[in-house]
């Protein structure tokens, strides 16, 4: 029986400053005991403040790049993150359709910490209609919710869970899917999640810290996610020990120094405090 940590995926965007993106799933893979292999989506310029700059990567050079990884590497789970372009998304799409992949977390990012937007307007739909019938799993937050629903976002969780039925059956693909609607955007200091999977639903409570380092903290959950279900553990486990990560990152945060904005959340707690 092999002993070696899982190969898991993501594939999103690069943000410089690390609090976010690839380089955020990549801390939080190897945080968790996975392997973390890469495939560069979309390019920005940003740091802890703003995002200045998007480049899109050609839809064909992310199609060569998950094609030669496929070719070789066996991966055991995946997380979408930032896209950007419909053309990518079709491409992503069309690739994982070819290789399947156990395990899909899919986060559909669409708006950056700072407000900025991440995802172009025309690619909503196609990433409704290609990406979400290929997840196992999606993780979004309200507002983000209420993009792929077509609907105002939640502010309380009797509206969460309509909105978490909804999205559910967004999800037509055969197999097992589920939801984790993220109350983050909640008012007050609740910050209760939602894991759905059209019978089940699975109440994730939190609090909410007092810091403004919170940089990254939905790749950081989906790519925990990601890594967890390819190590073996099933959803409601994994959702668990991902959001008790997230958590205990969050809470660490203010150890960093990283920017003079929302920096990121600290991915190594538990190893450099060793």
């Known amino acids: 029986m092999s002993t070696a940590p899982p190969n898991i995926l993501t594939i999103a965007g690069v943000d ?39 480049s899109p990567v050609p839809h064909e050079f992310v199609s060569a790049q998950l094609q ?34 156990p395990h899909v977390v899919l986060d559909p990012v669409m708006v950056a910490k700072s407000g900025d937007m991440l995802l172009e307007p025309d690619a909503v739909g196609e990433l409704r209609e290609a990406m979400l019938p290929l997840a196992t799993l999606i993780t979004p937050n309200l507002p983000e919710g209420g993009v792929l629903t077509e609907r105002r976002a939640p502010d309380n969780l009797r509206e969460m869970r309509i909105m978490a039925e909804r999205l559910r059956e967004t999800m037509t693909y055969q197999g097992h899917r589920w939801v984790l609607l993220k109350g983050g955007h909640l008012p007050g200091n609740e910050t209760t999640d939602l894991l759905h999977d059209g019978d089940v639903m699975i109440e994730l409570p939190g609090q909410r810290i007092d810091t403004r380092n919170t940089h990254g903290t939905g790749c950081t959950l989906s790519a925990a996610l990601a890594t967890l279900l390819g190590r073996g553990a099933d959803m409601e486990q994994a959702a668990k020990q991902a959001k008790a990560y997230l958590i205990n990152a969050i809470a660490h945060a203010d150890e960093l120094q990283v920017g003079s904005g929302h920096g990121p959340v600290h991915h190594f707690y538990e190893l450099w405090s060793q």
């Open 16 to 54: 410089p400053s690390g609090g976010a993106g690839i380089l955020a799933d990549i801390k939080a893979m190897s945080a968790l005991g996975g392997y973390a292999c890469a495939v560069v989506a979309a390019l920005t310029a940003q740091n802890t403040r703003a995002v200045t700059h998007i």
């Open 68 to 101: 030669t990884l496929f070719d070789d590497v066996t991966i055991h789970a995946t997380k979408i993150g930032m896209l950007g372009q419909a053309p990518v998304i079709r491409a992503v799409a069309y690739e994982l359709a070819r290789h399947p992949v």
